[in-house]
């Protein structure tokens, strides 16, 4: 089961985005696609925060927010378990990527 957790809001220009924070103590790696079968593209710092444009599903994985197989794209072409991400939820938190 996944932590409860506050959720980052930064005002942007336009537009509010929401932002979560990676799991503390870790460098997550962020994957071409939601599995660890694909290559690791970026390391993320430690203490980074994410935006979320869609989610999908692959592997399951084991983190410190629970055992999932939700993978969350951060960007064109990058993903990261959701089980590294303190989104509050153990269901999609965004659109289902296409």
Do not use: F
Request: include cysteine; charged fraction near 20%.
């Amino acid at each position: 089961m996944k932590l409860r957790g506050a959720l980052l809001r930064h005002q942007g220009e336009d537009t509010m985005s929401t932002r979560y924070e990676v799991a503390p103590g870790y460098r997550v790696n962020v994957r071409s696609g939601p599995s660890t079968k694909y290559p690791v593209v970026r390391v993320l710092p430690l203490g980074a925060t994410i935006a979320i444009n869609c989610q999908k599903y692959g592997e399951w994985i084991n983190g410190p927010y629970g055992t999932t197989n939700i993978w969350d794209n951060i960007a064109p072409g990058e993903y990261v378990s959701d089980a590294y991400v303190h989104t509050g939820s153990d269901d999609l938190v965004a659109p289902r990527c296409s």
